[in-house]
């Protein structure tokens, strides 16, 4: 009897999310999303990343339906198979805190300055069960604490927000995001204006987390470093699209996107000095979404664009047969080093004319 593979836990289909915004008199329209696809299987990790204004967080805010009421939506957000666009604020209330978690960056934002921790997280466990009471939520909270690397979580409940470290106020946000039990973990931005030694902790806190609870995560972030360390898949988004998806230690040593290999140009590597070697910025800005390219949205700040890449927008596809990826010995952001014809590889997507053998050395 054949066996079919489980079915993702999160499946999104040409996702596209637009905004009617008002430039001085002018009123535009922001495209944000442009098709962007991608699905998640129970236990796994995908990481997004990308400049800033690339599409990151509004696509991912789509899912649980946190985006404001001007947004026009289209595609689908499948969770478990059931469709979640299109549903009603009540209807959303199911899936939202109770199977799909949130975790927003720059977590000292987040809180009101004048409600302490046990009334947040007694107002988050009623969201689920109206009955909790005072004493049964502050032992979930306490334990939740604990869980995320918080000790004493009993007195620290009855502390405010400014009582905390940015560090301590991530981890209390990631206790709330767990309270209701959820199965899916947005983390946008979870390191952002933490130092590095805080970022490592609280990345290795979500593999605990992913580990022990067999949640799935979508990590977003602009360090692409960082996200290919947790990751175990990798979406680069530009100008509200996919431009390059693979497994991680693909995107790391084989990069095949010139907006991919600029990202990993312009991230400085452990070691290195400035004395010796120099990083290289990515010419020219972001491309604007209210006045997208008609072509590539990266061919104006890439250094191997050509004529046909303006034209119109490549398609997002497969690595085809008989093209090489880079491995080994080879330099990821040159694309130097030993060419390994692979066949063809449908894992590894990518939306590109440059595509192909010619890019072997």
Known sequence: MDEFPPAPLLEVKDLRVSFQVLRGVTRSLIRAVRGVSFSLERGSILGIVGESGSGKSVSTQAVPGLLPASAAVSGSVKYRGKELLGLSVEEMREYRGRKIGMIFQEPGRSYDPLQNMASVF????????????????????????????????????????????????????????????????????????????????????????????????????????????????????????????????????????????????????????????????????????????????????????????????????????GTGDFAGKGSAVTGKGDCVNTGGNPAHTIRCVLEGGELCP
């Open 122 to 321: 007694l107002e988050t466990l009623r969201n689920s069960n109206p009955a909790v009471g005072r004493e049964e939520a502050a032992a979930k909270a306490e334990a939740l604490l604990g869980e995320t690397g918080l000790p004493n979580g009993r007195e620290r409940l009855m502390n405010f927000p400014h009582q905390f470290s940015g560090g301590q106020l991530q981890r209390i946000g990631i206790a709330l995001a767990l309270a209701q039990n959820c199965e899916l973990l947005i983390a946008d931005e979870p390191t952002t204006a933490l130092d590095v030694t805080i970022q490592r902790q609280i990345v290795e806190l979500l593999r605990e987390l992913r580990k022990n609870r067999q949640i799935s995560i979508i990590f977003i972030s602009h360090d692409i470093d960082l996200v290919a360390d947790i990751s175990d898949r990798i979406m680069v988004m530009y100008g509200g699209m996919v431009m390059e998806s693979a497994d991680s230690p693909v995107i790391a040593s084989a990069p095949r996107h010139p907006y991919t290999k600029s990202l990993i140009a312009a991230s400085p590597r452990f070691g290195s000095h400035y004395s010796r070697e120099r990083l290289v910025p990515i010419p020219g800005k972001v491309t604007d979404p209210a006045r997208p390219e008609p072509g590539c949205p990266f061919a104006p700040r890439c250094t191997q664009a050509r004529s046909e890449c303006a034209a119109a927008v490549p398609e997002l596809r497969p690595l085809a047969p």
